[in-house]
């Protein structure tokens, strides 16, 4: 939802840029992939279709090939983008995206491959113009960055630290939506459930009642939940709020508390067992959906019996499963 979101910046800086869109590469003067980093497969997907672009680029030598996102925030990454693959022009990572207009004029007319990967986790830039994929429903960011560092994971090393938006800033961007006709809005988030823990002052609760007062708005949905924020105190009051949509995300990644504990999950079996019968307590019969990674190092054949066992008593609503995939510089690729 994340990279979907900053997808739709992209595009908004380009239309403001007198931009307009092709889905054929080969017409295209400009090309940006906006990459995700969290498995290798979408990695070497990247890497395949610049292959593609450089055979199109020796025809078209005015065509500019960018590369943006989680996946290029990684040093290494850069480093053989530009040794491989050295038609390429733009790079830029998570943290220089409102940047962008500049960076492509630069590489429009320095003529050589311009690169910002800087790391560091500065002010969030607001007002950055966005082209959206649908015009009755919309994906609002309310915070970035992720401080768990759970042993799997990169986005804390390509997204930062957590940085959370400014309540009012939220909610001027949600009533714009609203004055242009939406009717749904998704509060994403890389780790939404640490909204406002890096300023002290508002909380996730906050955020989704000053949403849910919103005239116009229609529904509310919410982007991937950590088990730990669903309390008694937190279902009893976003169950009184009618547009909240009773879908909820929550990450589980393992159903076996030895490797919830080797992922650096913040939770075991039992507590996250407790949210889904805290929100079914509140809710009739609500959409449960999670994440499972399956293959963690370490894990035996018992342990994923385990898993097995404990999503079939969940019993939830979808799943998305993937093996696990090794990311350099995470605790687990030296598992």
Not at 85 to 112: C, N, Q, S, W
Not at 144 to 173: K, W
Not at 195 to 206: A, H, I, Q, S, W
Not at 237 to 249: A, D, E, Q, V, W
């Amino acid at each position: 939802q994340q990279n979907e979101n900053d997808t739709e910046r992209i595009r908004g800086m380009l239309r403001q840029a007198g931009f307009d869109f092709t889905d054929d590469s080969n017409k295209a003067d400009v090309v940006i992939y906006n990459t995700c980093a969290v498995r290798e497969n979408a990695e070497q997907k990247v890497f395949g279709r610049l292959g593609i672009l450089k055979h199109i680029k020796e025809e078209r030598k005015d065509m500019v090939i960018g590369v943006c996102g989680c996946m290029v925030q990684q040093e290494h990454i850069t480093e053989k983008i530009k040794k491989v693959h050295e038609h390429v022009d733009l790079v830029f990572g998570t943290h220089a995206l409102y940047k962008m207009p500049e960076l492509l004029y630069r590489a429009i007319h320095e003529k050589k491959t311009v690169v910002d990967i800087d790391s560091s986790d500065g002010a969030i830039a607001e007002d950055i113009p966005i082209m959206r994929d649908d015009d009755k429903k919309a994906w609002v960011s309310v915070m970035y960055g992720c401080n768990n560092f759970c042993s799997y994971c990169i986005i804390p090393y390509t997204r930062g630290r957590i940085r959370s938006r400014a309540i009012e800033d939220v909610v001027d961007e949600v009533r714009r939506l609203a004055d242009n006709g939406y009717k749904e809005v998704v509060l994403t988030g890389i780790h939404l459930s640490s909204y406002g823990r890096d300023t002290g002052k508002e909380t996730l609760l906050d955020v989704i009642e000053a949403v849910n007062s919103i005239d116009g708005i229609e529904r509310i949905r919410l982007g991937s939940l950590e088990p730990r924020i669903v309390t008694d105190e937190f279902v009893s009051r976003i169950s009184s709020m009618k547009k909240l949509c009773p879908h909820f995300h929550l990450s589980l990644q393992s159903g076996c508390d030895k490797t919830l504990k080797a992922m650096n999950r913040k939770y075991d079996t039992a507590e996250y067992l407790k949210g889904c019968e805290i929100l079914r307590k509140y809710y009739d019969n609500p959409a449960i959906t999670t994440d499972v990674i399956v293959g963690f190092p370490g894990e035996t054949e018992e342990d994923f019996k385990i898993t097995k066992a404990f999503v079939e008593k969940v019993h939830f609503y979808e799943m998305h499963i993937f093996k696990y995939s090794r990311r350099k510089c995470t605790v687990a690729d030296t598992m």
